[in-house]
């Protein structure tokens, strides 16, 4: 019983991680405007995966294999690595972008 | 002590992590871990900013909890957007002072902003004063710039003094 009630809130949480993991992939392939496609992957990484770690940890500290601390490790190299990335692009297209108004202008 | 462990923090972070990577606790990958954990600082220290005495426990669990929250919330906004015609979206860069001084504390910040779907950081002006922000959709410039300062740069003025 207990078990059941834990696979639906698994399946749950996976279906939402693929649906907003989903979402943030539309965003980035739909919009035309460099700046606004970096919100897209940066969603997918919050709540898309996020989802499908916490239903990761459920599934298998609850397989008697012990607590599995990979998810929340795998949490924080997420939230460590994904605003630099992001980041780092915004710089890049924002350097090219002053670059080619200077080539506009001379 | 100190000349070992000059960051006795980081030292712990690493020997946990250690740990975590190999969820175990045999006393072998516990010497290994804390053999890691005691070299490693030692060779990249001198790339390490100061570390600030960090306080104020019970303001980071807050603001760690009011992150969590808004993370889930503003993601409910954004695909809400992302699904909606994109001739509605008003994406805007916003420019955000900044009274955080602490490059730890700054660099924080910046992830907040960017975890927090629909605002991104683009950049930190060279003196190091404010952040650009990049935002999908914005109404309300200064109430924006209002939000990121007090729900999370006043939090983290705190931890990072």
């Known amino acids: 019983m207990l078990g ?7 399946a749950a949480m996976l279906v939402t991680g693929g649906a907003f993991a989903l979402l943030g992939s539309i965003g980035l392939a739909k919009f ?6 970096l919100h897209g992957p940066t969603k997918a990484t919050t709540l898309g995966v996020g989802s499908a770690l916490i239903a990761s940890a459920l599934w298998f500290s609850t397989r008697g294999a012990g607590v599995s601390l990979h998810e929340l490790l795998i949490t924080l190299f997420l939230v460590l690595t994904a605003p630099v990335s992001a980041q780092q ?3 890049a297209a924002r350097r090219r972008d002053a ?8 | 002590m100190n ?3 000059p960051w006795p923090l980081l030292s712990l972070v690493l020997w946990l992590t250690w740990l975590g990577l190999n969820n175990t606790v045999h006393p072998a990958h516990l010497a290994l ?7 490693l ?4 220290g ?20 009011t992150v969590l929250g808004d993370i889930v919330v503003a993601n409910l906004q954004v695909a809400r957007r992302i699904l909606g015609p994109e001739s509605a979206l008003k994406s805007a860069f916003v420019l955000v002072p900044l009274d955080l001084r602490h490059p730890l504390g700054i660099a924080t910040l910046a992830g907040i902003v960017t975890l927090t779907p629909g605002t991104v950081s683009a950049d930190l002006s060279d003196d190091g004063g404010s952040l650009l922000v990049h935002a999908l959709h914005v109404d309300d410039e200064a109430r924006l710039v209002r939000t990121i300062k007090q729900r999370y740069e006043a939090p983290l003025r705190a931890i990072f003094p």
Do not use: C, K
Request: charged share 20%; no cysteine.
């Open chain 1, 4 to 10: 059941t009630l834990l696979d639906f809130v698994i």
């Open chain 1, 32 to 37: 035309g405007d460099f700046y606004r496609r």
């Open chain 1, 89 to 91: 692009l915004a710089r």
């Open chain 1, 99 to 106: 670059t080619a108004r200077q080539d506009d202008a001379g």
């Open chain 2, 3 to 5: 000349r070992l462990l």
């Open chain 2, 33 to 39: 871990g804390a053999g890691i954990a005691v070299l």
């Open chain 2, 41 to 44: 600082p030692l060779a990249i």
């Open chain 2, 46 to 65: 001198r790339f390490l900013p100061e570390l600030p005495r960090l306080g104020h426990p019970l303001v980071m669990l807050r603001l760690l909890v």
